[in-house]
């Protein structure tokens, strides 16, 4: 398989962000948006050739997709240690550049229309190119340093976007803590890809990877407060991983990145950013579950499984619709951890694994959906607030179905894509752990309740009188909702067992009946629940909202997350720990400083004084010494 | 060879003669002067060079031929000297050692 090409459609979003980053002014803004999408079509095409060629035409041998790798060494630390960049197929890379072209070839097409008459038109087309770019790399990447190279690509690009309306102090703030809090987590990140390179000799995937490699069979070889090194690094690339998808602990800059236009909520959030932890930890998958009988696996299951609870809680009681999608895929990003967590490696046991990448897959087209919905939406209200919302359905009917779509599907409504993927996933949990499997379905019953609470408060309930009244977008931007409506129908069916799996060899899954039965009632008693108390407009919501008084509370602020954080930087660190740190280095290391450098023009100021500048002076010390010298050598020298 | 005369007595003078030079260049203030003074330096070389020759080998030119040189330098380098004093001079109106510190910033 030639594998030459592949390097273009990273490329071509680069060159796009180049040639309108550097003409910005220079550009009109209609015809930035066509060089944009444009730029991106051709990925995509390219994209869908590779999959073409990878998964029906030379992937596989012997049944086995093959790992299909191209590089060049870039840096050489030691004999064995060296970094390479280059581009790594395999079933996961081909699938994610599936979906991060579709959607975001769908963001570019949605944005034409989203951001007409914006000042910075051209400078957003831009930063959307970098933003791919970054992913594709990282998607693309063959070893730990490269993908850790474009992990921070697409920190900085969020950054850029989310503080995208950089006028507005709020947007700021948002991009700034994103920015720092995954930041923090890359820390971790960086720190368990040197424990990696030093322990193993190698940062290349394929060699970590191999089962029989001497990574996985010498993971005991060091140990560190009873657990291996190993699994400490794979803690720590967890901690990044989880930092970029916002698990619990470090979910707090999620909902507040929702400052950033709606595209790039829908970007960030269906198919780049967010997802790259969940990659990275499949990536790795085999280390994870190999290492010291998969003991770092259990920590990923674990936080997945209670980030997905948590923020499902969260986001029933959030009156923005935005920060309710962004909490519903931190929730679904807990779910595909937890898919990861309880997999096994060989056969039908990598079901978990299976069904994680399925759910990325599926949940990037109806999140994006639900994302430029809500997009459309708040382009015809002008308004982030379900209040100044309702019975939205008469004015915009393909916003109305295409968001119902997206949102049966999340919910898990047989037989749209996410019914699939979910299912798998609980499947899978329920092998594993019951306790895990119990939290999945109830999620998956929060999930159904509150993306119906969030569609019957848009589209139904109030009869708002509208100062103006809300219209359909343009084409431009309905068309890749539609778009993207069809393939949150028809994801579903993609055979995925067949093509990604963790040992790479396909297998058959088959639906499981009574588990899949429960889910979707599961799911159809949440959606009944939300038509209960949101279809119409009733006072049901407040009187439960009394019955749960202190828990409401606490549950719409997010249970003080914003707060605790804030209280253990500014009150611990910044005044115990950074003050005196500041003393310090005012005073003391500062101070010693100024005292060399103060010396030292004294001492040179004295050594000026001593010269005369007169010709004369100099002649004498000359031929002063001359003398000196000479009467040593006659008279003492004369041994 | 000059009969009468041994080479003691005209190294003697030379010595004396450069001696006085290098005195002068040392205690003199005016550039003119120290000029002059590395002159009596070098005469008192060029003179050595003349007599060493013709009391060791008196066959032979090159001392002579030597000195020669040294008296085409000397003159060379008195006028490249003396240029300098005078553009100094055009500057500060001043041939004096004490004013030329100016020189040193």
Redesign the interface.
Known sequence: MNLNYIILIPIIPLAVFLLLGIFNQKIKPGVSGYVGVLGLTVSAILSFYTAYQYFFAHGKVDGVYQTLVSKTTWMNFTDTLSIDMGVLIDPISVMMLIVVSVVSLMVHIYSRGYMKGDAGYTKFFAFLGLFTFSMFGLVLATNLFQIYIFWELVGVSSYLLIGYYYTKPSAVAAAKKAFIVTRFADLGFLIGILTVGYYTGTFDFETLNNPEGSAILNWASTSFMGLSALTWALILIFIGGAGKSAMFPLHIWLPDAMEGPTPVSALIHAATMVVAGVYLVARLFPMYYFVEHGFALNIVAVVGAFSSLFAAIIAITQTDIKRVLAFSTMSQLGYMMLGLGVSGYEGHDGVGYMASMFHLFTHAMFKALLFLGAGSVIHAVHSNYLKDMGSLRKHMPITNITFLIAALAIAGVPPLAGFWSKDEILVAAFEHNKLIYFVGLFVAGLTAFYMFRLYFGIFWGKDTKYKHAPHESPLSMTFPLIVLAVLSVVGGFVPFSEFVTPDKVGFEAHLNYPLAGVAVLVGVIGIALAWVFYKKENNLSDRLVKVFGMFYKWTYNKFYFDEIYLFVTKKILFKRVSAPAAWFDRHVVDGTMNVIGNSTVSASKKIKGMQSGKIQDYAFAFIGGVVVIALVFIYLWTV | MIFGVSIYELLTVTSIIFFIG?YG????KNLIS?LISIELVLNASVVNFVVINKYLYPDMLQGVVFSIFIIAVAAAETALAVSIIINLYRQISSVE??D?????H
């Open positions: 290098v260049f040392i205690t003199r120290i050692v004490k030329i510190e100016v020189m040193k």
